[in-house]
T-cell receptor
Framework: AQKITQTQPGMFVQEKEAVTLDCTYD???????LFWYKQPSSGEMIFLIY??????QNATEGRYSLNFQKARKSANLVISASQLGDSAMYFC??????????????FGAGTRLAVHP | NAGVMQNPRHLVRRRGQEARLRCSPM?????VYWYRQLPEEGLKFMVY????????ESGMPKERFSAEFPKEGPSILRIQQVVRGDSAAYFC??????????????FGAGSRLTVL
């Protein structure tokens, strides 16, 4: 069964340092997409980054990069040069390729990141 | 270009009452999704709709919950005879096309339902 696992309930990082948030997934599909969303204390869900299962390069978006290791079924989010505004919940999610071609996402339980000055 | 608009942002109901949550997708988006987030958990898929059609409601509880996306007007998530366990944040999301490639969901700010 498809599943997303985020093993870190909470993480701390000093401002300006890099931090890695872990995500492993389980799927039998060959085609799938992986997403990271940020949820600040205000509650909205903000899309950060996407990685397709056939993408050979790791995705990057500004200070966010996705460390995609297909054989290990991991899709860790790396945030470089952390800022105080990065303090939030972070969710990893997966869309399986054969979900009929629509955005039926499976979410992990999330990791709460706290950035200290 | 306004994002996904949800209202109300906060709703309080007593047990047995009805809750109606509304969602207007982004302009040009014809695919609407509802997700539920229980406290301290990730989001869980409830239902996927296109205009006048329910495409996938596999995540919806069989009783008391219904959703619609009429030809005109917002999508509505309706919960009848609410119970305390329905207390959660309900997120609406929309996309321009079906899920493929980097096509991502744009989420609304959520509607937080509290059942007393």
């Amino acid at each position: 069964a498809q599943k997303i696992t985020q093993t870190q309930p909470g993480m701390f990082v000093q401002e300006k340092e890099a931090v890695t948030l872990d995500c492993t997934y389980d799927t039998s599909d060959q085609s799938y997409g992986l997403f990271w969303y940020k949820q600040p204390s205000s509650g909205e869900m903000i899309f950060l980054i996407y990685q397709g299962s056939y993408d050979e390069q790791n995705a990057t978006e500004g200070r966010y990069s996705l460390n995609f290791q297909k054989a290990r079924k991991s899709a860790n989010l790396v945030i470089s040069a952390s800022q105080l505004g990065d303090s939030a919940m972070y969710f990893c999610a997966m869309r399986e390729g054969f979900s009929g071609g629509y955005n039926k996402l499976i979410f992990g339980a999330g990791t709460r990141l706290a950035v200290h000055p | 270009n306004a994002g996904v608009m949800q209202n109300p942002r906060h709703l309080v109901r007593r047990r047995g009452q009805e809750a109606r949550l509304r969602c207007s997708p982004m302009k040009g988006h014809s695919h609407v999704y509802w997700y539920r987030q229980l406290p301290e958990e990730g989001l869980k898929f409830m239902v996927y709709l296109q205009k006048e059609n329910i495409i996938d409601e596999s995540g919806m509880p069989k009783e008391r919950f219904s959703a619609e996306f009429p030809k005109e007007g917002p999508s509505i998530l309706r919960i009848q005879q609410v119970v305390r366990g329905d207390s959660a944040a309900y997120f609406c999301a929309s996309s321009e096309i079906g899920g493929a490639g980097a096509n991502v969901l744009t989420f609304g700010a959520g509607s937080r339902l509290t059942v007393l």
